[in-house]
């Protein structure tokens, strides 16, 4: 019995996450414009550099059809440039725009401020702990094969601030 009740406070930890993440993903996209997988998607290509819709994939943990889709819409605002590759032509690499660079330096963190300084006071292995913990219920879920894009929009939420 006691297996279910704490499968049970799992998921009702789980659900007060999904609501958090829900507001917050409402939060950074009224402010900047972006939805989090747009967000998500343009980091990796700031992180990255120059990069293959492979590479953004593996790296935003999103389906290969679902960056295809990001970019599309981030290429219609001017937020990225995509180009062929001059030794593949097959190839299709993903740069930030000046205009890209800039909107993702205003954005606001994925994450809440709070929870970045609290998690920043939290001891290296605690922090460690609670990543592994985190991984640990995702791959019990089987959530490595879910696309979480659909659930968090790729499309505006809202119209963008105006400047």
């Given amino acids: 019995m006691s297996s279910n009740s704490e499968a049970t406070r799992i998921f009702k930890a789980l659900r007060r996450i999904v609501r958090a993440i829900d507001l ?17 998607v343009l980091q990796a290509i700031r992180d990255l550099g120059e990069v293959t819709t492979k590479a953004l994939s593996e790296r935003a943990d999103l389906s290969p059809a679902t960056v295809v889709t990001i970019l ?18 097959r190839i299709v690499h993903a740069r930030l725009s000046e205009g890209g660079a800039a909107l993702l330096e205003r954005a606001p963190p994925l ?29 019990l879920m089987n959530a490595s094969r879910i696309d979480a894009a659909p659930i968090l929009t790729t499309g505006n939420m809202v119209d963008p601030p105006q400047s």
């Avoid at 917050?24 to 998500?40: K, N």
């Avoid at 998690?119 to 990543?131: G, I, K, V």
């Fill in 72 to 89: 599309d819409r981030l290429e219609e605002r001017q937020l990225v440039v995509r180009y062929r590759s001059d030794s593949d032509r």
């Fill in 111 to 139: 994450l809440t401020e709070e929870f970045e300084a609290a998690f920043a006071r939290a001891d290296p292995a605690d922090q460690r702990r609670l990543a592994e913990a985190a991984e640990e219920i995702a791959a």
């Fill in 24 to 40: 917050r993903s409402r939060e950074v996209s009224r402010t900047s414009g972006l939805t989090i997988p747009q967000t998500v």
